[in-house]
């Protein structure tokens, strides 16, 4: 069994939102924690990260003003909020943990991977 589990990927239209949803058997807030994607034929690559108490958060330059990336330490949850979606977003989305974001770009400093979840944009 993962470690993380994502959540709330599915089929939208261009334009259109979803939020995504992460959630760990052990305690999140000690770590900042990383939103990856994966498209098909493509390496996987950095969204987002956010620091363990949530004031702090990177995000790639292809979604900045699109996505929001925040956290709900009561809830042991962190979610990925993805506003006008487009084809090019299509890809398996992930989850990881990591001792800080300064390296968000770089999936191999991450830890604690869930299986992913979907998001296919498309008419």
């Known amino acids: 069994q993962s470690p993380v589990v994502e959540s709330g990927g599915g089929l939208v239209q261009p334009g259109e939102s979803v939020t995504l949803s992460c959630t760990a058997s052990?305690?999140?807030?000690?770590?900042?924690v990383g939103w990856f994607r994966q498209a098909p034929g493509k390496e996987r690559e950095g969204v987002a990260c956010?620091?363990?108490?949530?004031?702090?958060?990177n995000y790639e330059d292809f979604v900045k003003g699109r996505f929001t990336i925040s956290r709900d330490n009561t809830a042991n949850t962190v979610n990925l909020r993805m506003n006008s979606l487009s084809p090019e977003d299509t890809a398996v989305y992930y989850c990881?943990?990591?001792?800080?974001?300064?390296?968000?770009?770089?999936?191999?400093?991450?830890?604690?991977w869930g299986q992913g979840t979907r998001v296919t944009v498309s008419s």
């Open positions: 990881a943990s990591s001792v800080g974001c300064a390296t968000f770009d770089e999936p191999t400093d991450f830890r604690n």
């Open positions: 052990f305690t999140l807030q000690w770590y900042s």
């Open positions: 956010i620091s363990p108490t949530g004031d702090h958060t």
